[in-house]
């Protein structure tokens, strides 16, 4: 746990740093851009998500995975990489018109052209950053990821000042790519070359074989939705609703993502050690719900003053997605952290199979709700998520040598306080009511809230509230 927590220590560092950016870059490109361009955004990110699927074919976790990593499986990762980069931006070349004229959207055309642009770029990044989580050097990862966020977001805003439209939410990222390649490259022993043979390649797709499969149908089960709105209820409605899952997914891309990045070297080397995996995984577990739980509660309770605080007017449609979409949210903060489990376990046949069973759910979900309106589907896609954490964590359980009594006792601290923060936060807001002013009751509800978690949580479990103590020391450490 200590070596998980050394490099969740750089992880967090690296990626609150990015967050915090990304709601300030919110916080003022909300007020100068339409949300037509963030649906136009939403649709060039989900075609990118399904193409970058066939781009890295699982080989990032394999390189992580592997015991006996030697230059040829290196050069050969690179290789397969650098080659499926150029094939794809043909690719895109050649279908983004089609792409374009099918969502009647002439400015996707450009956008999914530049951003492939990058493709053969970046995949001579891949390798060396995945040699570098397999070594635990996170610090540098998080200095050259918090440098390289910055500078997107400096010339994000620049551009939207300017008047670039949509394209300044995607030519910034195009221009900081060389800085990250180089740099990387240069901090790491490693060069690439493309001297590889056969006997590798195959070694690296017995591994990444299913686990690809099962990242094609999460990417199918994930992505459906963003096509049915942006097809049916236009790029308006999907920019609502894409700005309301980016919302929903912050705990998990600052606590959930981290975790995951820095468990899954550790949990790799522990496979010969059942007690050792068992005892990691279930710490991160409790770790990632104590962060995760207020977090995506406490926007839920307080998403009416936040919405109109944050994004204005213009976005209030926010609010009634988030009812919804945050308790989604909550089974996903948890359920995601057991899909390491299965790769370091080398079980990517249970976890593509269980992919298929989560697939069929969420694209019913997305299906049906679709032919009513966006509320209806987040609903469904709330009770769909109910369904899919329960098998999956009934094979973790198996896996790690554990029972539900074991993992339930790991989140009821994280429970029961985020209920007294919930009790609080909203009896917060209604004495705020007379005030008629929005960001007192915002402030008050995340006080107030925050510090009845907090008091929860030292009296009734101080172990966990020694975990937080000590995260936070290690952080600033």
């Not at 050394?6 to 870059?25: E, F, M």
């Not at 996707?108 to 070594?135: H, N």
């Not at 010339?155 to 910034?172: D, H, K, M, Q, R």
């Not at 098998?391 to 009821?412: A, C, G, M, W």
Request: glycine share 6%.
């Amino acid at each position: 746990m200590n070596q998980v927590a050394s490099n969740a220590r750089w992880l967090a560092v690296a990626q609150i740093t990015k967050i915090g950016i990304q709601l300030l870059s919110v916080t003022i490109l909300a007020r100068l851009l339409n949300p037509q361009y963030y649906g136009i955004i939403a649709l060039s990110t989900s075609v990118m998500a399904l193409i970058s699927l066939f781009r890295e074919l699982g080989i990032s976790e394999s390189i992580i995975q592997t015991k006996n990593l030697t230059d040829d499986h290196k050069n050969a990762a690179f290789a397969i990489l650098f080659a499926m980069s150029v094939f794809l931006f043909l690719v895109i070349l050649i279908s983004a018109s089609f792409i374009s004229n099918y969502y009647h959207e002439p400015d996707l055309k450009w956008v999914l052209i530049l951003i492939g642009a990058g493709f053969p770029l970046s995949a001579i990044g891949i390798v060396p950053g995945c040699l570098m989580e397999r070594d635990g050097r996170f610090k540098e990862f998080a200095i050259l990821e918090a440098v390289t966020t910055f500078l997107t977001f400096a010339i994000t805003v620049t551009f939207a000042l300017v008047g670039f439209g949509v394209y300044s939410l995607v030519v910034p990222s195009l221009l900081v790519l060389p800085i990250y390649v180089i740099w990387i490259l240069k901090i790491n022993n490693w060069k690439p070359s493309f001297r590889t043979t056969r006997n590798n390649i195959k070694a690296l797709f017995t591994f990444s074989a299913n686990l690809t499969g099962f990242n094609l149908i999460n990417y199918l089960s994930r992505n459906l939705d963003v096509f049915l709105v942006g097809k049916m209820l236009g790029t308006v409605a999907l920019g609502l609703y894409s700005t309301s899952m980016k919302l929903m997914m912050l705990p998990l891309q600052t606590i959930t993502y981290v975790s995951n990045r820095a468990m899954f070297p550790v949990l790799s080397q522990l496979i010969d050690d059942q007690e050792g995996f068992k005892n990691t995984y279930l710490n991160t577990l409790s770790y990632v719900s104590l962060i995760t739980f207020p977090m995506i509660i406490g926007l839920w309770v307080c998403r009416d003053a936040f919405v109109h605080i944050i994004y204005g007017n213009k976005w209030l449609g926010l609010i009634e997605l988030l009812q919804w979409l945050c308790l989604a949210g909550l089974l996903q903060s948890i359920n995601a952290t057991t899909n390491v489990v299965f790769i370091a376990k080398a079980k990517t046949v249970t976890l593509f199979k269980l992919g298929i069973y989560a697939a069929f759910l969420q694209i019913s979900a997305f299906y049906l709700g679709s032919q009513n309106n966006i509320k209806v589907m987040c609903q469904y896609y709330f009770f769909a998520n109910i369904l899919v954490v329960i098998p999956q964590f009934y094979y973790v359980i198996k896996l790690i040598n554990s029972d539900y009594k074991e993992l339930t006792s790991r989140l009821f601290p994280a429970i029961i306080a985020t209920l007294v923060m919930l009790l609080f936060a909203t009896i917060a807001k209604y004495l705020s009511l007379n005030l008629h002013n929005l960001l007192i009751t915002l402030i008050l509800q995340v006080m107030i809230g925050g510090a009845g978690y907090l008091i929860t949580i030292k009296i009734m479990f101080p172990r966990s509230w020694e975990t937080l103590l000590s995260s936070i020391k290690t952080t600033k450490q």
